[in-house]
Nanobody, 120 residues
Framework: EVQLVESGGGLVQAGGSLRLSCAAS????????IGWFRQAPGKEREGVSC????????YYDDSVKGRFTISSDNAKNTVYLQMNSLKPEDTAVYYC?????????????WGQGTQVTVSS
C-alpha cells in the first residue's frame, strides 16, 4: 500500500525555519516525483514545490523561491522541504503527494498533512 506521512510542522515566529519530512512507504522514490502542496483556511490548495527523484529536477512556486528548498534522500525514502525566512502568509496545512510518472503533474497519492503556523 502506497503511504505518505508528513511530519515537522509546528508554530514558528516570522523569519524562522522549519523542515518538513515526507516519509514514503509501499513504493520506492526512484522514478517518482514528490510534490509539496499547501492549503490555508478559506483558500484553494496550491503547489509549493516538486522534485523528480529520478533526476533531481526541482520546481518552486514563485512565492517560495529563494526561501524553500526541496530535497530527497532515496536511501531513507524521504523527501524534505526546508523552509527558511517564514512569513505569516506561509501558514497552512502542508501536504506531500506522489506522482508515479515522475513529471510533477499527476499526483495520485497524498499524505494526511502537517500544520505550519507562522506568527507575526
Amino acid at each position: 500500500e502506497v503511504q505518505l506521512v508528513e511530519s515537522g510542522g509546528g508554530l514558528v515566529q516570522a523569519g524562522g525555519s522549519l523542515r518538513l519530512s515526507c516519509a514514503a512507504s509501499g513504493f520506492t522514490l526512484d522514478d517518482y516525483a514528490i510534490g509539496w502542496f499547501r492549503q490555508a483556511p478559506g483558500k484553494e490548495r496550491e503547489g509549493v514545490s516538486c522534485i523528480s527523484t529520478s533526476d533531481g529536477a526541482t520546481y518552486y512556486d514563485d512565492s517560495v523561491k529563494g526561501r524553500f528548498t526541496i530535497s530527497s534522500d532515496n536511501a531513507k525514502n524521504t523527501v524534505y522541504l526546508q523552509m527558511n525566512s517564514l512569513k505569516p502568509e506561509d501558514t497552512a496545512v502542508y501536504y506531500c503527494a506522489a506522482d508515479p510518472q515522475g513529471w510533477c503533474t499527476d499526483f495520485s497519492s497524498w499524505g494526511q498533512g502537517t500544520q505550519v503556523t507562522v506568527s507575526s
